[in-house]
């Protein structure tokens, strides 16, 4: 793993080696998939951020948001960062799984999006078919820290995610 030094650290390195059980209740899945993911964007996308914070970092960042439903601020407190950073933490990934998206077919054996929409807690805070007309949604709302984001943008990133965890899982 290539954590660095900065302040979410010791965070990313405590969930990596946690137990199996809330490793997978923290990131709806497994070790092996998440390094996996993680060795998939560092080969094939080029990150935004500082350097300072891994990709491992980075994609817990993102999970907390996705699913774990915390807000920006939540989740900037927890990582110990700033609400700006995390919601570039936050678009550098979404922007890493649409790429992801693109390169890579969803398997026809992959449930629907429909079906393993329930792990994704950031669906449940957003109504998907409610955005506006310009079709962006709300995101991480609290106080007003939320990011507007393309909801089909977001589904698409999903469902990439979806399909990595279905196609790479631990048996």
């Not at 500082?50 to 960042?61: A, G, K, R, T, V």
């Not at 957003?126 to 962006?136: A, C, H, P, T, V």
């Amino acid at each position: 793993m290539a954590v660095m030094e900065g302040p979410g650290t010791e965070r990313a390195r405590y969930l990596l080696n946690d137990v199996p059980n809330r490793f997978n209740d923290f990131c709806h899945m497994d070790q092996i998939t998440f390094v996996q993911l993680a060795d998939w964007i560092a080969e094939n996308t080029q990150s935004s951020t500082s350097p300072d914070i891994s990709i491992e970092e980075s994609l817990f960042i993102f999970l907390d948001i996705v699913a774990q439903g915390n807000t920006f601020k939540s989740a900037a407190f927890g990582w110990e960062h700033d609400v700006s950073l995390t919601q570039s933490i936050f678009i550098n990934i979404l922007n890493s799984l649409l790429v992801l998206r693109e390169k890579e077919p969803v398997s026809p054996s992959c449930p629907s999006f429909n079906t393993t929409k329930s792990r994704w807690r950031i669906i449940r805070a957003i109504k998907l078919n409610k955005s506006r007309i310009d079709g962006m949604v709300k995101i991480g709302d609290d106080c007003g820290d939320g990011l507007e984001v393309n909801q089909e943008s977001l589904v698409q990133a999903l469902t990439a995610l979806n399909n990595f965890i279905h196609e790479n899982r631990e048996n």
